[in-house]
């Protein structure tokens, strides 16, 4: 009972601050972080919030991956300088590695981790931060409000990462310049340090090495969760936090900040409550501590209707539209199988234009219900996914030019409508379509191509996209092409990008309507992205497609499976998923064959 009015008020909460700050689809930025924090994954459904959930351990190592992905954030954001409004939360630590102050392969292998997952709306250090988030909920502790916008730099930054053997005021001043008070400081390092610890391979002079392990870490308290064990221990006489009771008295580093006000912030996050408190709003501080003059966006809450993959494109040479709604429901609550959702639309052109003679609509076509560990913030939050897909033919003369929703539970209450906040999901243009069901990706390896990519095992390879649009018959286009971006590379290469010129292809297939034109992209990273634009007249219509590694028809030119792929646990795990094509979304025109469009009039 107490749960269910908590669950409603979570998601009132998240339906209010929802509407406070405005948003309207379309949001590509928005919705990549919010899917990034709320599903975990990238488009073509790699987790990167299953690395960490839950609350996992490091294949070999042992270590604690989510005391790993806090602690990078921590050492990334610390070469801010208040003074000068220089550096902060910026992938710099990806260039800082062969530093003292960075010493573990933990950083190492965070980086390999991560390094699938920045594109053009998620920077690296966007990445960095949201790993810091996953991996406080994942371990049972707070969630901490998150935002994008984070602006990656591709140099080291100055250094000034604390050290242990330093003294209290080197502490309280490298502190200060990254922008925190005395209290912070320890708050800081009390909520840092609330789970993994300290190893025997970076500080042999603080742990000892034993044979029957790899690693032999030396935990900071004796649970792996995120909670403030290590304050009750440490206030408590009973803490093994070495950084506390080493006999080495240069390298108590942690006793030094804990006492430096005479244990009151200490005392003060005895309270568990407290110390979730005052963890999530320093940490908080921690992950937004960027450069000035960089804006980070409105705090990412979760949607709580959702309008992902809506496309106008050409299935089996027919055109057709296609879209999902993704709705919440509570974990323990039921799901109503009597629901229907289905979406409406209206014509763009003839004598039912935006829906003057009737409106159409049909019934979702598929429901994938998700898994409530698709991430832990989610989880968290009590909430789990449904998502309800679409597909309908579009009639190539009348088109489209905007949809809706309408969900009926039938059980007596009012069909909820879904309209953008009243404004509609509108289909800005007809003029260019990109078509995914005819284009394809191709793995060369041994590639003699200009742009090769060496992966960890040392093989060779390049991606090849062979794009096929689609440009609306009359419109004539002087130009067709593509502007390509990818920022997720291995080793933190460069962002790529490029702009390639689309020819027309009699060849490529007849389409009522539309005429075919292909192109090819040469890449070597992990999530290419891509607007397709056909000038005109001196316009230029533009599609933005934020899924190309979502292709169904990859193919895999042997020998190109990394061998990667089959030896799970590796460390390069990140990069064998990098080869996976989860088409969780893609619903074939197959599936709905002998589907009826209605009208309503
Ligand atoms: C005076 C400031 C600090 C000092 C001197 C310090 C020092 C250390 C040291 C020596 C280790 C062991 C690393 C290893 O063995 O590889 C460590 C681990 C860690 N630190 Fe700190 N730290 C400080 C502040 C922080 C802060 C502010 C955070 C985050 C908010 C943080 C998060 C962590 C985490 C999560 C680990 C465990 C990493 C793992 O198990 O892989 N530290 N720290
Ligand atoms: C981590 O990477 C840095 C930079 O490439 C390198 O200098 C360092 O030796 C690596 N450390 C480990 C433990 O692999
Ligand atoms: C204590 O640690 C410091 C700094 O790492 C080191 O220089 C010193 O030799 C250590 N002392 C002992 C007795 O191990
Ligand atoms: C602070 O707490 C530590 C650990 O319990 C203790 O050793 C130290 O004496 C205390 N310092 C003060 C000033 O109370
Ligand atoms: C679904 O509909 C059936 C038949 O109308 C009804 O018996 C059942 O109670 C409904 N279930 C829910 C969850 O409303
Ligand atoms: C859902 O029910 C299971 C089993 O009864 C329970 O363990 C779990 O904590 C519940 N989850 C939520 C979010 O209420
Ligand atoms: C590709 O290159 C690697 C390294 O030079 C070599 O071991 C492998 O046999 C080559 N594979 C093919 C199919 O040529
Ligand atoms: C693409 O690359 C060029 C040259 O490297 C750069 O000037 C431009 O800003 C880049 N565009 C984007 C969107 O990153
Ligand atoms: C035209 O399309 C066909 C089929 O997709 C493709 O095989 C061919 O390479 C394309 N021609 C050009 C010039 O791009």
Known sequence: MNHNLKLALVLCLSVFTDLSFGYRWPSPQYD???GYLYEGRR???TSLAALVHPCRKRTGTLASIPA???RIAFHDMATHNVDDGTGGLDGSIAYELDRGENFGSGFNQTLSDFETFPNKYVSRADVIALGAVLAVSTCGGPIIPYRGGRVDVYTAGPTGVPEPQQDINTHTEMFRKQGFSQSEMIKLVACGHSFGGVRN????????ADPSKSVNIKNFDTTDNFDNVVVTQYLDGSTQNVLVVSDNKTMVSDLRVFASDGNSTMHSLASADTYNTECTSVLERMINTVAHGVTLTDEITLLPAKVTLAQLTIEQSKLV?????RLTNPINGTINKNRTVRMLWCDRNGDSQDCKGNTRYAQSVNTVTESPDLSPVT?????????????????STASISKFWFEVDEHDGSKVTVYNNEGD????DQDQVIFIPTMSKAEFRSNSTEAKVYTNRNSETFTKVYTFTAAVRDGVNPSRVYIDAQDDAFGDFLQPFNSTIDLTLNSTAGTVQGYKLYTGTVKDVGFQLMIDVHADTDGTTHTVNVPEVSNLDNTVLTAPATPSSQTSSGSSSSSSSSSWRSVPWTSVSLALIFGFTTLLLS
Do not use: H, R
């Open 32 to 34: 990549a972080l919010e």
């Open 43 to 45: 488009a073509d459904g």
């Open 68 to 70: 790993e992905w806090l």
């Open 201 to 208: 391979t970076d500080f042999p002079q603080l742990v000892p």
């Open 321 to 325: 539209f296609k879209s999902s709604l």
């Open 379 to 395: 989880l968290k939050l009590g909430l789990f996914f449904i998502n309800y897909q679409f597909i309908v033919p579009i009639d």
């Open 424 to 427: 509609n999901y509108v289909v």
